[in-house]
Every structure is written in C-alpha cells, then in structure tokens.
C-alpha cells in the first residue's frame, strides 16, 4: 500500500509540474537596423528602420525614440511615428502585428549639405506575450545629403567684430587669426560675424567663461555646399589692463572714444557726442 501510495503522490507531483514547465517562456532577443540613404538639399528622403527578432519569435509593438539633427534634416512623417524638433517617437505594431519583423518608414526633407545621423535615444520591443524583448545589436541611420551644384563654396566672413574690445590685427576676410585683450573683470566676449554668403553657416565656440591668461574663441564658417568649411581664430587675453565689460565697440570694430574719469573706486565714461 506504501509503494502505492507513493506512486500515486509521485504522479500527482507530475501533473502539477508539468504544465509549469510547459508554459515558461523566455524574453526574445532583437535587433534594430537602419537604411542609410542618399538626397540632395531640397529633396525628400526616406529612412527604413527594421525591428526582427532573432529566433522568429512574433512581436507586437514597438516604443523608439529618435534623435536627428533639426538644422540637416526637417521630419515629415513617418509609420506610426510623430515629432518636431530633433526628435521622433514610433509607437504602434508598424501595421504588421504577430509577425517577427515590423519596417517603419521615416520620411525628412533634406535641408544642408554634408552627413548626418539618426540615431535611437531609448526603446521598449514587446512581443505577443507582452514581455520586453532584449535589443542585443542597436543600429542608426546615416544620411549623406549632396550640395546642389550650384551651392556655393564661399566659406569667408565679411565682418568680425568683438566686445569689449578690438581685434588685432583688423579684421580681413583672408585673415584667419586675430588677437584681443580683456580685462580681468570679463567672462564673455560678443562676437559679432556675418557671412559673406548668406546661405553659410557659422557657429561660434569658446566665447564664455574665459579663464585668465589665453582663451581661444573659434567662429568656424560652412559653405553652402556643405563640405567647404574655415575656421577664424580669436585669441582672447584676460589680464589686468584690458577692456573693460563696460567698453563696446565702434561701428568699424573699434573701441568706442571718450573720457573716463575715476572717483571713489567709481568708473565714469563720457562719450564723445556722434
């Protein structure tokens, strides 16, 4: 009867495990992959981002958000995808639920020449049991946008101005590396930078918290054509004696004249009348 017994616990044992064991599953593993396609400024282009799993398994909706560079390319729509500004968010299942693939299309206007990236900020797979899956291979996009062939290659400045302060030497658009002196009480200097071409670009780098002694403010300038570029260098000493944060400059880039006059550790200018 004992060995009975024990038979009849060993299998009850069975049936309750077994289907315990029959209906463990296990997270999905991933992958997200990118087109990398080719426009020219002005164009459309049309970016494929494929979600597959790696053992077939089905997969129900995805959650990606996307960055890109607002100033290269403008987002137009996309499958399941809504954004402005530098930023994309997919959300939904791309049209094709219960598959082991979802493709969204994502379509931009290509706004400057040169090579730009699309990539992924964070993510959520779910698969048709509504487990994460585990993205173990990550891609992005790299989009190249040509010039027009009649962008320009103009890349030079025709004014450059700073305040406080004056360049040395004046400024010349062949001139790539000018010099100032501030003095210890200026932590950022205006630079004032027009392009020759108004379709060029410029970004200016280094202008704030100076530090005492040499600081290098760059002002690099991109032609149309997006790949002819030059870089204008402005040495910026902070010492004892410079410009004060309470000078400008003149129209033509020089220190406004005048009197000052000190009185009780106190400062006056008086500026000569226009």
Known sequence: MKR??????????????????????????????????????????????????AGGE????????????????????????????GAIR???????????SMTFVLKFNARAAGTTKIEITSQEIYDTSSKLVTVDKQGNSTVTVSALATASKDATLK???????????????????YAVTVGTDVNKIIVSAECTDDNATKIIKGNEDLQMGENRVTCRVTAQDGETA?????VVTKAEGGASST????????????????????????????
């Open 90 to 100: 997919v959300h939904g299942d791309a049209g094709t639920p219960n598959t082991s």
């Open 159 to 177: 004014s450059l101005q700073v305040s406080p302060g004056s360049l040395t030497p004046e400024f010349s658009p062949d001139v790539d590396t």
């Open 58 to 85: 089905s997969l129900s909706s995805a959650d990606i958000m996307l960055s890109y560079d607002a100033n290269a390319l403008e987002f137009v729509s996309g499958t399941d995808a809504s954004g402005d500004s």
């Open 4 to 53: 009975v017994a024990a038979a009849l616990m060993a299998a009850c044992l069975l049936a309750v495990c077994a289907p315990v064991n029959m209906l463990t599953s296990y997270a999905a593993n991933a992958r997200i992959a990118f087109s990398d396609p080719s426009a020219t400024v002005g164009g459309q282009v049309s970016v494929n981002m494929k979600v597959t799993t």
């Open 247 to 274: 000078e400008g400059t003149g129209g033509n880039g020089g220190t406004a004249t005048g009197v000052k006059l000190t009185a009780m550790n106190r400062s006056i200018t008086i500026l000569e009348p226009d």
């Open 230 to 234: 030059k870089e204008y260098v402005i």
